[in-house]
């Protein structure tokens, strides 16, 4: 099935921290914008074959624009150097309709926000909505300093300021801060979410995780990732089990890389294994995870995989394709 394309004017494109732009997106004529929940992500389309997520910010009240921010990173695979350098306010974007692979959880009685950077950008619009439902929630903001904090202004303007903790690097808590004692203990009905860079995020779940917090207590999303690459990494044969078609995969060559050059279509995205876009079901062969995208569990299963960074490890990976 094709995906929908939604036609947004830019309408207004604003600095909200060193580094940090943000983009208001208003439909053009014609266009309805489909809501949204809170921790949603569209995809934008940033030419030459730029496809990047970014996730929505605003609250999902705003039935009439989003709202999304986009941090300036050295490291940029094009992405956010697009959004800085060339995208201005008048432009036309192509984007998707809103997607969520990091919903709030409807049966929790506590939230526990972690945001790390511009990890605050779907914790932001969680905020909103819990403050909206009249929910329990306390919502950490980590940066290395209130310059490079985007929207620290909007908090401590809003409604649900007293509920938002900020800690900045280059200004010292006394008495030093304990992520350990932070996080706590698992409680009936609590649930974590964390966003950010993904030191940051490796940190806050290994320390979830050491104090026994249930994996389905714990919700996460990862902006970006490193594709990692070994010298076990060996050349496989995935098999498409509608057609029996074998396709070899190289020592040096990515799933989708060979699917694709076999004519086999398999949508991507991020290709860093952090967005699931082309997650695929694995009906037969053991998978070897490298993605950011599946929990724990999920990877255990070794009943899907994500072919733009995971491999194989038996010789043969049976795909239902």
Not at 85 to 101: C, F, Q, T, W, Y
Not at 154 to 182: I, K, Y
Not at 207 to 214: G, K, L, Y
Request: one cysteine or more; glycine letters at 8%.
């Amino acid at each position: 099935m094709t995906e929908q394309i939604l036609k947004v004017r830019v309408a207004h494109k604003r600095d909200e921290a060193d580094g940090i732009c943000s983009l208001e997106l208003l439909p053009v004529s014609g266009v309805v914008l489909p809501g949204f929940t809170a921790g949603a992500h569209i995809d934008v389309h940033l030419g030459s074959g730029l496809l990047r997520q970014y996730s929505l910010c605003n609250p999902p009240s705003d039935t009439q624009r989003y709202v999304i921010a986009v941090l300036r990173d050295p490291a940029s695979r094009g992405g956010s150097e697009a959004v800085h350098a060339r995208v201005k306010e008048g432009d036309v974007l192509e984007i998707s309709a809103p997607k969520n692979h990091f919903p709030l959880a409807t049966d929790a009685k506590q939230h526990l926000l972690l945001a790390g950077g511009i990890g605050v950008t779907p914790l932001m619009s969680m905020a909103e909505q819990l403050s909206a439902d009249g929910a329990h929630f306390v919502l950490h903001y980590f940066a290395r300093s209130a310059s490079k904090a985007a929207f620290a202004q909007r908090f401590a303007a809003s409604s649900f300021a007293s509920c938002v903790q900020t800690h900045w690097d280059d200004t010292p808590e006394e008495p030093a801060l304990s992520l350990s004692a932070l996080i706590g203990a698992p409680q009936a009905g609590q649930h974590l979410y964390v966003c950010g860079p993904k030191g940051f995020m490796d940190v806050v779940l290994a320390t979830a995780r050491a104090q026994s917090w249930p994996e389905d207590q714990l919700h996460f999303e990862f902006f970006g990732a490193q594709v990692v690459h070994d010298a076990s990494d060996a050349a496989f044969t995935v098999k498409i089990a509608s057609s029996g078609q074998e396709i070899q995969v190289g020592a040096n060559q990515t799933v989708i890389e060979a699917l694709h050059q076999a004519g086999v279509d398999v949508p991507i995205a991020c290709e860093q294994g952090v967005c699931g876009t082309c997650l695929v079901r694995v009906l037969s062969g053991v998978p070897d995870h490298k993605d950011m995208y599946l929990t724990p569990e999920e990877q255990e299963a070794n009943d899907q995989f994500t072919p733009c960074c995971s491999r194989s490890k038996s010789p043969v990976l049976v795909l239902d394709l």
